[in-house]
């Protein structure tokens, strides 16, 4: 069994029972369990629109809360042209940009798909329109700025009481245009509560393409989420400087290190940098230009301004805010993260990438023991 690894955060006052595996007393396939006869996803973007692809396809209703009317009226009319372009939206999937209209008492499941920066703003002006007793799941990957909070704490600090037993996190290597091409997916899910992760697990996993784990390091697994972005955007520009493999490995290695140690000092036990939200997450963030954070480093290293890169794209690359939170975190708690500071300086200083890589390879040398390495 696990340890309840979550001493370093702001938590409900629920226990956070282990969460074991599998539960050898259930021979259940995973598409066996019931989904949600009503789901509710908050957002508009690629991934919101695959995870509600994959709550439709499971059989449930999803209603989409949009952001803009524009985006509500593109996935009314069969298409999010401007998020999810090719791909039809299933007739069981309806969109809103009122709270009120989308969200009602039988929803059996919420998934809160915003970006980082923006989800403290969503949840204190809908505070009393979110439906209570089901499963609240935050499936953003960054900590916010000026707070150093993740999505969860945030959750944890705005949201009521009533609320708290509820809340889970969703992570792993997910890229939205695979989910909604049916590829084979796998996510893990945490909470403090071993029924919540349990029930939301039942929720989403179809049995054949999306099948979801359950943890209970809430910290460790946000942590992870948010720092790989960052590192993501140091494997693009290895890219950009047309780097090989080499290089890559070495990155993701190092990588997985200074993010392990960030997590520990955060209070996890380390274990989940090991699974999907850790290495998985950043195996798959760190090798393809599908990932918006890869491509924002590349282009970095091929010249281009962040203030170009950004005004070229709609969606947002959680990386480039969150670098700045990971290094003041870092410095907070007097944890060494070289490869996310060079990254910060690159965005924000006019640091030459390649001049990044060249001070990072002169560093003075050191010993590997192991994830939490020196």
Do not use: W
């Not at 629920?14 to 509710?40: H, I, N």
């Amino acid at each position: 069994e696990m340890e309840n690894s979550n001493k370093g955060q702001k938590t409900s006052d629920a226990a956070a029972p282990s969460a074991p595996d599998t539960d050898p007393a259930d021979q259940r396939r995973p598409g066996d369990y019931a989904p949600p006869d009503r789901a509710l996803v908050v957002g508009d973007g690629a991934f919101a629109m695959a995870m509600a692809t994959a709550m439709s396809r499971r059989g449930s209703d999803v209603r989409v809360l949009a952001y803009t009317e524009k985006v509500r009226d593109e996935i009314n009319s069969g298409e999010n042209k401007t998020y999810m372009p090719g791909y039809r939206v299933d007739s069981n999937i309806k969109a809103y940009t009122s709270i009120e209209e989308a969200s009602s008492p039988d929803i059996q499941l919420v998934l809160l798909v915003i970006p980082t920066q923006f989800l403290r703003a969503f949840l204190v002006k809908n505070i009393s329109c979110l439906p209570t007793g089901c499963p609240i799941v935050v499936c953003a990957k960054g900590i916010e700025l000026g707070t150093g909070e993740t999505p969860f704490e945030m959750m944890i600090g705005e949201l009521p009481g009533k609320y708290h037993k509820h809340f889970a996190v969703l992570a792993g290597p997910s890229f939205a245009k695979e989910i909604m091409d049916g590829q084979p997916t796998n996510v893990v899910v945490a909470s403090e509560r071993q029924d919540v992760a349990k029930l939301v697990q039942r929720y989403v996993s179809d049995g054949s393409t999306l099948r979801t784990y359950v943890s209970d390091d809430v910290h460790g697994i946000e942590i992870a989420g948010a720092v790989k972005n960052v590192l993501a955007i140091a494997s693009g520009a290895l890219a950009g400087l047309e780097f090989g493999n080499n290089a890559r490995a070495a990155l993701v290695c190092r990588g997985l290190a200074e993010l392990t140690r960030l997590a520990v000092a955060m209070g996890s036990n380390g274990r989940s940098m090991a699974g999907l939200a850790g290495v998985g997450d950043l195996m798959l963030t760190c090798s393809s230009s599908l990932s918006r954070n890869y491509s924002v480093g590349q282009k970095l290293a091929e010249g281009k301004t962040l203030a170009e890169i950004q005004e070229g794209t709609k969606a947002v690359a959680e990386g480039v805010a969150t670098a700045k939170s990971v290094r003041k975190l870092a410095a907070k708690l007097n944890v060494e993260m070289p490869i996310c500071d060079a990254v910060y300086r690159v965005l924000y200083e006019g640091l030459n990438p390649r001049e990044a890589l060249s001070e990072l390879q002169a560093r003075p040398l050191g010993a590997e023991s192991g994830l939490v390495a020196e």
